[in-house]
């Protein structure tokens, strides 16, 4: 059914600060770089690549990430070749790191296809993922820049959604992939009741398929001021000038999301749903959805004492495990680390940013 | 008004375990050891030493404790000499713990008047109370076995009460002492409440004066055996078999408390009553309550984030000093220490012995 492929390649994203994870997520060991979800321990960065074998094997995953963290980033993923990990020299959203990760990939293989993704996600089932990968692939494979759309669970007023199109085809077989009729800004909650109803939208989960030659020419048409800064980063890669060409030029680059800058503009766009156990574990209510849970109901570490608690997330991220007590609490987050300690109901877990506006007010800035 | 005075001595019992403040109290970190009231940050039994003088200064402080906190207690209160630190080789409740240390006194001067005196309790008004320890004194100097008994401010089932007698006069003068007509168990609830109304019963604060023969005379007439077995101990002092006979001996006394070995058997007894802002400290529950607090009603430390936190305890009694942020919880007791952290309400203060039991259970004994 699919055609002969091009090589694959993926760009991972992994700039991302994720100071919702606070006390555990800092500035210099950002959310994806923390293993928040249960089951293997990874940190969420090394999942995402771990998940892609055998499709994309690390040698040719390219991960972009901040000079800051970079050494770190290194680490979480030792398979990946160190000169796959780029580092921006400012945060510019996501077009200029798409672009500048895909022009980076087609000076190696022109006719690359290049599956890009979120670093700091969660998927239950790993199978079907990339079940949903390959059909992605082979829809972008025929020319279309293509997303995953996930099925909606809920009325999810967080999220950018997709409104689904027509089915497409290739030679007449149908394909697994639907045209996009919109890309829908994060709706209020009564319009996000009317997607889920409707059954016609999808959640927009930040994952992008394309040839690279696609996405320079819609980068091109549709951003060309971030077209023209990326060729000249890319006329002096290789040269004695690359680092202060990357140095002076991308902190330039127009900050603009590649949903706005890009895909509510190109044509031939297709979407794949997929319905895989996703979550964008944006908080510690989240982490402790997706924690393996005792039959109170709590997500706790293995040492830790719980007597009369219910509904309870215990995470210790410390070098020295404390074993943490609880009695008689239900619903409370207890974060441990080396140098802080939080303690909130899990429904207050939207609010961490109250204790970074305190940090930062308090000249606490060693925790931020 | 008050007769030439003997030389005043102070038995300071300390030989405590304290499972109610755990994790900051441990085996060989017990209650007495731990700075858990407001103000000084003292240990208790230090605050304990500290508040006799100018009474009674640390050249005259005895202490009782138990060997496995020998030094650990010398350490807490270096002003009193460590010969004076007695360390019985096993607990005997209190009887035993007094007698010896009245007879080890008796043997340096036999006209002591002692005063006995808990290590773990906190009094707010320091100079009311060392006025109400000199008129106990002064009542005991005239041969009254005499005791301070607080004033009830509720309905306590956790203590015994005093029954006040009538007014003791000495050569004719009031002398701010009552008699004693009879020592009560821990009453239930519905009699604690008349006790409350009726104003003629005070809690028992385990605090007792006496003259060293009167005491020791007393022992000889309710515990013989005790008395002999003190004997014995006091015969061997000072020679080469002293270790080796209080090792002997000590563990065979009656375990049994001077309440109902003594008092509530002997005559001429005699209560002063005392008003002084005294608690005895029994749970993270009075800590909170004799904690310094915010205007939320928080008892913090010095570095607690509270946001949208009320009547909270935080105490942080570790090496390393972690920040401890709350963030919409109220009335949360939070400890954290080198190994352990508990979180709870406060009005479960009292079921910590079920963490205790729990540490037990699962063989988690480093943390007892």
Tied chains: 1, 2.
């Excluded at 002969?4 to 959310?31: D, E, H, Q």
């Excluded at 074998?53 to 991960?63: A, F, G, H």
């Excluded at 109901?345 to 000249?363: F, H, Y």
């Amino acid at each position: 059914m699919l055609r002969a492929m091009a090589k694959v390649y993926a760009v991972i994203m992994a700039g991302g600060a994720g100071t919702r994870f606070w006390p555990a997520s800092r500035l210099l060991r950002p959310k994806q770089l923390l293993a928040l979800a249960g089951g293997s321990g990874d940190p969420l960065l090394a999942a995402t690549v771990r998940r892609l074998v055998p499709l994309i094997t690390p040698e040719r995953v390219v991960i972009v990430t901040g000079e800051h963290i970079a050494d770190a980033t290194a680490a979480a993923v030792p398979d990946v070749p160190r000169a796959q990990i780029l580092c921006e020299p400012a945060p510019r959203n996501t077009a200029p790191c798409i672009a500048w990760a895909t022009t980076t990939i087609a000076e190696r293989d022109p006719d690359a296809l290049i599956a890009v993704l979120p670093s700091d996600h969660f998927i239950t089932n790993e199978i079907e993922f990339r079940r949903v990968l390959e059909r992605a692939l082979a829809t972008a494979q025929i020319g279309y820049i293509t997303t995953v759309g996930i099925v909606p669970t809920r009325p999810e007023t967080g999220y950018g959604y997709i409104e689904l199109g027509a089915s497409l085809a290739d030679a007449g077989h149908e394909i697994g992939a639907r045209g996009v009729v919109r890309f829908v800004e994060k709706p209020n909650r009564e319009r996000a009741e009317e997607f889920l109803k409707g059954k016609r939208h999808l959640w927009n989960a930040g994952m992008f398929f394309f040839r690279a030659r696609d996405m320079r020419a819609a980068v091109a048409e549709h951003l060309p001021e971030l077209a023209q800064g990326i060729a000249r980063i890319a006329e002096a890669s290789g040269s004695v000038h690359a680092a202060s060409m990357l140095k002076t030029v991308f902190p330039t680059l127009p900050s603009v999301s590649i949903d706005h800058g890009v895909m509510e503009k190109a044509k031939d766009l297709a979407v794949v749903p997929g319905d895989f156990g996703w979550s964008d574990v944006g908080s510690w209510q989240s982490a402790w959805e997706l924690g393996d849970k005792d039959h109170h109901g709590n997500a706790l570490e293995q040492d830790t004492i719980a007597i009369d608690a219910k509904d309870n997330l215990v995470r210790s991220l410390g070098k020295t495990k404390k074993v943490i007590a609880l009695l008689g609490v239900n619903d409370l987050v207890v974060v441990d680390t080396d140098d802080a300690i939080l303690v909130m109901p899990r429904d207050r877990a939207q609010d961490v940013r109250m204790v970074i506006e305190n940090l930062k007010a308090t000249g606490k800035t060693k925790l931020l």
